[in-house]
């Protein structure tokens, strides 16, 4: 069992930045692949980074690629996005997720956070 708690989100102006943290309470990420997902209202949550078990690999959507940077401190119970650039399109609920496999669909998460609101105004 995975807990992951979200933070970092908030109100930024389009072209600032955010950095949202990922945390496990009580174990830690090493064996996990991990991703970021986000929600906007009205559409269906979609996949933006997600990283290897392993930490030796990324991926990003297209929408984000080259602005976010999906990331995991040394200690591997924290997971990091970085996003800069930010756009006004890019506002949602971001939710990070694991599993044992990484997958760009989010049915194939079986661990989930709250999710943390992110809004970028024009």
């Known amino acids: 069992q995975v807990h992951l708690v979200e933070s970092g989100g908030g109100l930024v102006q389009a072209g600032g930045s955010l950095r949202l943290s990922c945390a496990a309470s009580g174990r830690t990420l090493s064996n996990y692949a991990m991703a970021w997902f986000r929600q906007a209202p009205g559409k269906e949550r979609e996949f933006v980074a997600g990283?290897?078990?392993?930490?030796?690999?990324?991926s990003y959507a297209d929408s984000v690629q080259g602005r976010f940077t999906i990331s995991r401190d040394n200690a591997e119970t924290t997971v990091y996005l970085q996003m800069n650039s930010l756009k006004p399109e890019d506002t949602a609920v971001y939710y990070c997720a694991a599993d044992y496999y990484g997958s760009s669909r989010a049915d194939k998460y079986s661990y989930w956070g709250q999710g943390t609101q992110v809004t970028v105004s024009s």
């Open positions: 990283m290897h078990w392993s930490g030796a690999s990324t």
